[in-house]
């Protein structure tokens, strides 16, 4: 996909430049999202020995998947479950800015116009009414 938006937006720096880092910083994020979604999940608690009247430990979903034909093993705590969620978030925050045309984007006020006819031309919006 990077290669297409590179070669479609060629003499649009700064919006290839945007697409290239939205790309990027999407593939970790999607790969994690994608073994803790459909890979086999289970959970792992290790604990230590009692300290001034508390049990030390953790407690951790363990994800197994096949990414690219390989296996692949991720473990979650909950603050790197946060971390995914947040970053969803922010990438989907990014994209829809993109598409919204937010005035906050990094683009380049002469490049604005050909994304805003672009995006008119071939993003297809939902079809799917919302729900009340």
């Known amino acids: 996909m990077a290669k297409e938006a590179s070669s479609l937006f060629a003499q649009y720096k700064s919006i290839r430049d945007y697409l290239a880092g939205v790309i990027a910083d999407s593939a ?10 459909h890979g086999k999940v289970w959970v ?21 998947g096949i990414h690219r034909s390989k296996q692949v093993v991720r473990e979650f705590r909950l603050a790197a479950l946060e971390d995914l969620y947040y970053e969803e978030a922010h990438l989907h ?8 045309g937010s005035d ?8 604005r116009l050909f994304l805003q006819a672009f995006l008119e031309k071939n ?10």
């Open 104 to 111: 906050a984007l990094p683009i380049a006020p002469s490049e």
């Open 123 to 132: 993003y297809q919006k939902s079809t799917i009414p919302p729900t009340q």
């Open 28 to 37: 970790e994020i999607h790969r994690d999202r994608n073994i803790l979604v």
């Open 93 to 100: 925050g990014r994209l829809g800015a993109l598409i919204d």
């Open 44 to 64: 792992k608690i290790e604990i230590g020995n009692v300290v001034d009247g508390r049990i030390s430990g953790t407690i951790a979903i363990t994800c197994a």
